[in-house]
């Protein structure tokens, strides 16, 4: 399916001539039928010579009404540009050209209408002329400029030959498997409820699917889908439907939101862009200009920071960050135009590089030039090691959905730079091709995983110096040096481990290498307080007189080691000991079923403080549990 979408100037007889093709009148409005003037959208469908069904967007050509033409004009393939031959070029026609090829429209063929008021036809090629010269050096320079007249229906058959001929060779719209539908209209059906349209994008919907509508993140399942006021189960990408929704009240709904499938689309309020402003802007647009944003249906204000100038001359291209106010949903490749609200002036747009740009970045810094001049030119693969500079981490779906390549091409892509090594997969498997689209275990660059090892490793050496009687750092600890979140770091200790980088235990991480030795004095002083507590085993030393004796690095030790156990802030004992008052008193609880404090001490021959400090440890390793004075068995 095609979209066809009119252009130009107020009063040139778009809408006339929509209604002498389609037999549709577009103005569907009251006021704009009154006024015989197109204020929003209208809409209508035709079938072409050839059999083919395309659809047709009118959009408004007063300067008032601008907006409502931004809302309409994104999502076209086909540019039917108005001129009227008995004016000529007027200054919206100039506007509506301009956005037209800042959007990049594929293809086009001008309608110069009202041919029937023209008697001379020297002035009808004189308008020939002059719209050539308008069209030279933007996407519509060699459309075919066809005389009409919705009165008499001249050239209409032309005309529509003509659109037949560009769609013969036009590109249908892609299946990327990641379906878009930006509302441009809201409205309620008598019977049926929740109503919205836009043209469909990047992928195909069902009937009965779940929905996501963006920004807003509300949840809804598709009732019914119409195109041309027809039903159909499914539609494609290129199609303008209609979706009728439940589950989603009317007045939760706007034009601009966009209607996709769940999980995948992430609205932002920071992105990444070349913006070029037009020649006929007339001064420079400078840093941090307000600016409205418009992408598919929607409209936000913003803010220009430009990254590679100090201000943009008309003409001029720059890279910059825009700023918005409200949350827009929108992904890499989009075309975007940028306006002043006032006076009304349409200032410029471009291409959308990177939709969440990773922080606000300094100005003049060409390494972040560089990057987004890759990001905007490279391949596939080229776009997923530049989304993953630096120290990002994304998830494998996440990183699909920014590069806004099809999937079939971006997770074949991305497994064979897994297996290549130049991405590193943090799971202990690669999984299947099929399954990265939708995977959400983490990824980073090889580069990064290579950074991150030698920080840790840093980190690591430096502990291991500052305590080399610690069997290793705590997890915590290095956690929190990292900065990082836990699912992360756990994975990366897990494949760090895996590839015999670092030895991870439950508590503690370590280096390979090292190894806790005792000097000829730390052994002496070790068996000398260890043959402390074999000579008192039930009432041993406090820890502040082990401390005393040891210092808090060889106690530390100890207790790594497993060598003491600590039951209390003031109560050790030995790892033997300890192992046998565990089973005396789990045989005592076998036969007796309860156990109290004093029982502990009668047994052991200590005092209430060893008892109760053994006891309570029992308690936290669930060995034993405690009801009111007595314990029992779990």
């Not at 033409?69 to 999502?75: Q, Y």
């Not at 509300?218 to 039903?231: E, N, P, V």
């Not at 502040?544 to 209390?568: D, P, R, T, Y």
Request: aromatic share 6%; charged share 25%.
């Amino acid at each position: 399916m095609f979209v066809i979408g009119t252009a130009g100037h107020v009063d040139h007889g778009k809408s006339t001539l929509v209604y002498a093709l389609t037999g549709i009148n577009p103005d569907r409005l009251r006021e704009e039928q009154e006024r015989q003037m197109t204020i929003d959208l209208g809409f209508a469908w035709l079938t072409l010579p050839s059999g083919r069904e395309v659809s047709i967007i009118d959009v408004p050509g007063h300067e008032d009404f601008i907006k409502n033409m931004l809302a309409g004009v994104g999502g076209i393939d086909v540019a039917l540009f108005v001129v009227a031959a008995d004016e000529s070029v007027m200054p919206q026609t100039r506007e509506h050209l301009a956005i037209i090829d800042l959007l990049k429209v594929p293809y086009g063929v001008v309608a110069l209408t009202k041919s029937d008021l023209v008697q001379d036809p020297e002035w009808l090629e004189l308008v020939r002329e002059e719209v050539r010269e308008e069209l030279r050096g933007t996407v519509l320079e060699g459309a075919s400029i066809i005389p009409v007249s919705a009165v008499t229906g001249r050239g209409l058959q032309e005309l529509l030959g003509e659109l037949d001929r560009i769609l013969d060779v036009a590109q249908p719209r892609q299946d990327l498997g990641r379906p878009r539908l930006s509302i441009d209209r809201v409205f309620s059906i008598a019977g049926f409820g929740t109503v919205v349209t836009g043209t469909l994008i990047d992928g195909r919907l069902t009937v009965g699917e779940e929905v996501q509508i963006l920004p807003g993140d509300l949840r809804a399942r598709i009732r019914g889908l119409q195109m041309h006021k027809t039903k159909v189960q499914e539609a494609l990408p290129g199609s303008r439907v209609a979706i009728n929704l439940s589950g989603v009240a009317v007045e939760d709904l706007r034009r601009g939101q966009v209607v996709t499938r769940p999980g995948w689309l992430e609205p932002t309020m920071l992105l990444d862009a070349r913006l070029k402003l037009l020649n006929r802007v007339p001064w420079p647009l400078k840093h941090n200009a307000a600016v409205e944003f418009y992408a598919g249906s929607a409209r936000v204000v913003g803010y220009v920071r430009i990254l590679d100038k100090e201000q943009l001359l008309p003409g001029e291209m720059a890279w910059v960050q825009l700023r918005l106010a409200e949350p827009v949903a929108v992904v890499r490749g989009d075309r975007y135009i940028v306006r002043l609200a006032s006076p009304s002036l349409t200032l410029g747009g471009g291409e959308i590089v990177q939709p969440h740009a990773p922080r606000r970045y300094p100005r003049f810094r060409s390494e972040i030039i560089a990057r987004l001049e890759a990001l905007s030119r490279g391949t596939c693969a080229e776009v997923f090691l530049e989304l993953l500079a630096g120290t990002t981490i994304l998830e494998a779906r996440e990183l699909i959905q920014r590069s806004n390549f099809s999937v079939m091409e971006a997770t074949r892509t991305l497994r064979a730079l897994v297996e290549k090594g130049e991405i590193i997969i943090l799971a202990a498997q690669i999984p299947e091709e099929q399954a990265l689209a939708h995977c959400a275990v983490p990824l980073l660059a090889r580069n990064t995983w290579e950074g991150l090892l030698t920080q840790i490793k840093e980190i690591l050496e430096a502990y291991h110096e500052r305590f080399p009687l610690r069997a290793g750092m705590p997890r915590e600890e290095l956690k929190s040096r990292l900065q990082m979140g836990a699912e992360h770091f756990n994975l990366i200790l897990e494949r760090a481990a895996r590839e015999g980088e670092l030895v991870v235990t439950p508590l503690a991480v370590r280096l390979p290498a090292h190894r806790v030795v005792l000097s000829p004095d730390q052994r002496r002083a070790v068996d000398r307080v260890l043959a402390m507590f074999r000579a008192d085993p039930y009432m041993p030393p406090s820890l502040a007189q082990v401390e005393g004796e040891l210092g808090s690095e060889l106690l530390q030790f100890l207790l790594e080691e497993g060598l003491l156990i600590k039951v209390s802030d003031s109560v050790l004992f030995d790892a033997e000991t300890y192992a046998e008052m565990e089973r005396r008193v789990v045989a005592y609880l076998k036969e007796h079923q309860r156990i109290t404090v004093a029982e502990v001490r009668d047994l052991f021959g200590t005092s209430r403080k060893y008892a109760l400090g053994f006891l309570e440890d029992l308690d936290r390793r669930h060995i034993t549990k405690r009801l009111g004075d007595v314990r029992i068995l779990r």
